[in-house]
């Protein structure tokens, strides 16, 4: 089983609609919970830290569940320019991070 | 400030060889890494330095090694290329390793293809 299991798509939605990626991870100790965002033959970039509280960044909302092992991220209004690989990451220990496949977005006019 | 760079940005090598990929960062971070990433797979940490002077084995270091030559410079030697060994190798720093919130940046990658 991988540590980290994404849903690999692709999600292909219209502009404006609203997306949600969900992500499993297989260890309960995992200390720390990020979604990057990954450009088509780019660098992976932090989008944002997950809370155990939820947290919102303007269009985009990250939730995690610690019972069930799960990690969210919500998309709001979407735009053309959210076409992306988004990459669940979790911190095993210390700062190394265990990334998940990728969940591809492609958002059409 | 260029943040983490590498270099070469493409490589094209035939089994057997060896090559070096470099990687530079001016953010002062003290820890870096090495990371491979397959189509569909997520990025594998190969090695990783916390330290000036120290390094570790990540999830697949086999076939690697290593050298952390100062504070902003990391790179990862290939001492025999094999096919297996195509990918992207993306080099990421963050200020420390001990901090979980400490957030990593990556440089743009390396392309390599072993034929």
């Known amino acids: 089983r991988k540590e980290v299991e994404q849903d690999p798509g692709p999600f292909n939605v219209p502009e404006g609609a609203t997306v949600a990626f969900n992500c499993t991870y297989s260890?309960?100790?995992?200390?720390?919970f990020f979604w990057y965002r990954q450009d088509c033959r780019k660098e992976p970039k932090l989008l944002m830290s997950?809370?155990?509280s939820g947290n919102e960044d303007g269009r985009f909302t990250a939730q995690l569940n610690r019972a069930s092992q799960y990690i969210s991220l919500l998309i709001r209004d979407s735009k053309l320019s959210d076409s992306a690989t988004y990459l669940c990451?979790?911190?095993?220990?210390?700062?190394?991070?265990?990334f998940g496949a990728g969940t591809i977005l492609r958002v059409k006019s | 400030n260029a943040g983490v760079t590498q270099t070469p940005k493409f490589q094209v090598l035939k089994t057997g060889q060896s090559m070096t990929l470099q990687c530079a960062q001016d953010?002062?971070?003290?820890?870096m890494y090495w990371y491979r990433q397959d189509p569909g797979m997520g990025l594998r940490l190969i090695y990783y330095?916390?330290?000036?002077?120290?390094?570790d084995k990540g999830e697949v270091p086999n076939g690697y090694n290593v050298s952390r030559l100062n504070k902003r410079e990391f790179s990862l030697r290939l001492e025999s290329a094999a096919p297996s060994q195509t990918s992207v190798y993306f080099c990421?720093?963050?200020?420390?390793?001990?901090?979980?919130?400490?957030?990593?940046?990556f440089g743009p990658g390396t392309r390599l293809t072993v034929l």
């Open positions: 990421a720093s963050s200020r420390t390793s001990g901090g979980a919130t400490d957030t990593q940046y």
């Open positions: 260890n309960s100790a995992s200390q720390s």
């Open positions: 997950v809370y155990s």
């Open positions: 990451v979790v911190t095993e220990y210390g700062n190394k991070l265990v």
């Open positions: 953010m002062n971070h003290n820890s």
């Open positions: 330095s916390a330290s000036e002077g120290t390094t």
